[in-house]
């Protein structure tokens, strides 16, 4: 199966995005799926998650603007299959510099491009920021999925319906017309409050199967695990914030397997 790259976004911050990101690409890894996750924050939170240092010229303002590579940004990680292209605060002007450049939406697609040909790699995610600004797009327009995490709170059809717009967006003006919405994944989910479930409820009457059947609870050790740097399934694998990633990740590779048939 060639590559896929997945973009993983929502515009609202506090959502539980990097937090799907880094758990759903470690749960890949441990599934022996080959994985690159690619921090495009600049508060580098998944670059944290992973046990990194956010070290000056390692992420990959650089190469969106046409110096170097982005293939020499990779890193290792601590973990098997699992490497990571990190961020760290210079991604701040990236935004700036990128709109000012030719091919401004493109950056990214054109970089990643030459790792997706080397078949390094299964799968590719990208950790958006929290905005719908240039880097997103680039994620978007480089992107073969679009994954949503959603927390479980009143404005959340808000946030969704924004992104499902720029979907479309980007669909018509030919940015990228063959970008899918993989599915929308409901974060943060409080079984003590009926609000919890209501929304849930909501979104699902909204988008049907487009909501994985998978939600993820707001719980103390997933909340913990990125201060020790590591994925939920290797700070606590028995807590219920793991068995919920591992359960998502197994719904999200039925999902791919039946987009690819």
């Known amino acids: 199966m060639p590559t896929k790259v997945i973009a993983i976004a929502n515009q609202k911050g506090g959502v ?21 996750l690619v921090d495009l924050d600049a508060q580098a939170n998944a670059t944290s998650g992973l046990g990194l240092e956010k070290i000056e010229g390692a992420s990959a303002y650089r190469p ?40 401004h939406l493109f950056r990214l697609r054109d970089g990643i491009q030459p790792i997706i040909e080397q078949q390094r790699f299964d799968f590719i995610l990208i950790d958006c920021p929290p905005s719908l600004g240039i880097l997103t797009l680039n994620a978007f327009a480089a992107s073969n999925y679009l994954l949503i995490p959603l927390q479980c709170e009143y404005y959340a059809l808000e946030g969704i319906s924004m992104s499902n717009r720029v979907l479309s ?56 695990a990125p201060s020790f740097g590591k994925p939920i399934i290797y ?11 591992e359960v998502l990740t197994e719904e999200f590779l039925k999902r791919i397997d039946g987009k690819a048939s």
């Not at 669909?171 to 409050?193: C, H, K, Q, S, Y």
């Open 64 to 103: 969106l603007l046409g110096e170097g590579t982005l293939a020499e940004k990779i890193c290792p990680t601590a973990w098997d299959r699992l490497e990571v292209i990190p961020s760290e605060v210079d991604m701040c002007g990236a935004e700036i510099e990128i709109a000012r450049a030719d091919n």
């Open 169 to 224: 967006q980007v669909r018509e003006t030919g940015i990228n017309p063959n970008l899918e919405l993989l599915g929308v994944i409901m974060t943060m989910f409080d079984a003590r409050t009926r609000l919890s479930a209501q929304v849930v409820g909501e979104v699902r009457e909204h988008f049907s199967d487009r909501v994985f059947d998978t939600v993820i609870p707001r719980a103390t050790r997933l909340a913990e």
């Open 235 to 245: 700070y606590d694998k028995y807590s219920a914030g793991a068995a919920a990633y």
């Open 16 to 36: 539980g995005k990097t937090t799907t990101s880094v758990n759903l690409a470690a749960c890949l890894a441990a599934l022996n799926r080959r994985v690159l």
